[in-house]
């Protein structure tokens, strides 16, 4: 189990790095601007997506609680969405309209960590079957 723990922070430490860089490059290499912290976005999913992965995982030993591993990873998606907006509620909410290159940078991110999330959950629930 610590392997599959190391693995799952690896993985999402890895995209953080590789995707946040990119996007910043490509940014920069478009000369495009983004009213809010992008590096924020990527950290707040890389953490919350990571943190997900290794609580299903260390809750998929509990055999009480392996029949309802679906559901509860379904919770903490909304859990995630809700903590998303508290944190990012000044960028998401004050601003008037968000460019392409603004919409882009919030969706981008989600689609990636959540993408990943979705193998590594689905993995933790094909395990004992």
């Known amino acids: 189990m610590n392997k599959a723990l190391f693995r799952y922070i690896l993985v999402f430490v890895g995209l953080f790095l590789v995707g ?6 490509l940014l920069a290499y478009l ?3 983004v009213s809010f912290s992008l ?8 953490f919350f997506s990571g943190l997900i992965c290794v609580n299903l995982r260390v809750v998929s030993t509990v ?3 392996f029949p309802q591993l679906g559901f509860i990873y379904l919770s903490t998606l909304v859990v995630k969405l809700i903590l998303f907006v508290i944190f990012f509620y000044n960028p998401l909410f004050t601003i008037d309209s968000f460019s392409l290159a603004e ?6 991110p989600l689609f ?11 993995k933790i629930l094909n395990q004992k079957e």
Not at 39 to 46: R, S
């Open 20 to 25: 946040f860089y990119t996007h910043q490059f």
């Open 31 to 33: 000369e495009l601007k």
């Open 39 to 46: 590096e924020k976005i990527y950290l707040f999913h890389a």
């Open 63 to 65: 055999d009480k609680l």
């Open 103 to 108: 919409k882009t940078s919030l969706v981008f």
């Open 112 to 122: 990636i960590f959540l993408l990943t999330e979705a193998i590594f959950v689905l």
